[in-house]
DNA sequence: TTCTCATACCTTGTTGCGCGAGGTATAGTC
DNA sequence: GACTATACCTCGCGCAACAAGGTATGAGAA
């Protein structure tokens, strides 16, 4: 199955996941609130988005999980596969193309 | 009626409309092949995207329009309300906000 | 004890937006 | 007479983001 792109916008919530995960394992709750903490809170996925996405994710073999209990609590640790490695470049150099994009654009009209 | 936030993502297709339409008056079709060549295709609204939009920004008043005929054919110009004007420093701060979270994100880590 | 807060997971339903695929019509060129 | 560029439009799909809800544990305060 091919890929799809996100087209043109959004994705957001699958960019950052996946580069989180691209540096080290993490659960749910944390994901959430180093997304929270790195951002300034610019960034805060609520958790109506933040679970279906990693389930979606795993879903599409781009992550892969293993409960573990701490302290009674039971984490769900996720982490980054090969493919899931793949799309992150994908998807962040589309990022980058789309993010650049507009900058031209606000940026545009200087010359007036 | 209060303005909604695009909560975090996308409204690009309105960001961008805004913003071309925030230093001169400009028709459909002129808006597309603008937004084209200003962003190296990175940015191609198709038409599917953009006349709906321009619709939808005139219906909640950030645009007037008014038709006019130019060598036998029909362009409808569009220009910024004050409201539109309004609207354009929103979504573009909320833009440059999320985007700042997301470069962090992805710069985030060379600490390793 | 009970209350509340932080941790940690989850689902359901709605909505709106981006998009592809189509459709109309004129002007000019080959 | 066909084809391209200009110039507008609509319908309908799919999906992703979101709000609002729900469960359960542990720790500390009242």
């Avoid at 749910?28 to 933040?50: F, K, P």
């Amino acid at each position: 199955m091919t890929e799809r792109d996100p087209t043109l916008m959004s994705g957001i919530p699958e960019l950052v996941v996946l580069r989180l995960l691209a540096q080290r394992e993490m659960y749910g709750y944390e994901i959430a609130r180093t997304l929270r903490v790195l951002s300034a809170d610019a960034l805060s996925l609520g958790e109506g988005v933040l679970y279906p996405a990693l389930h979606a994710l795993e879903a599409r073999g781009l992550l892969c999980s293993r409960p573990r209990q701490v302290a009674g609590r039971t984490r769900i640790y996720y982490q980054l596969t090969s493919r899931g490695r793949r799309r992150l470049e994908r998807v962040a150099a589309n990022w980058r193309g789309m993010s650049e994009g507009v900058e031209r654009i606000l940026g545009a009209g200087a010359h007036e």
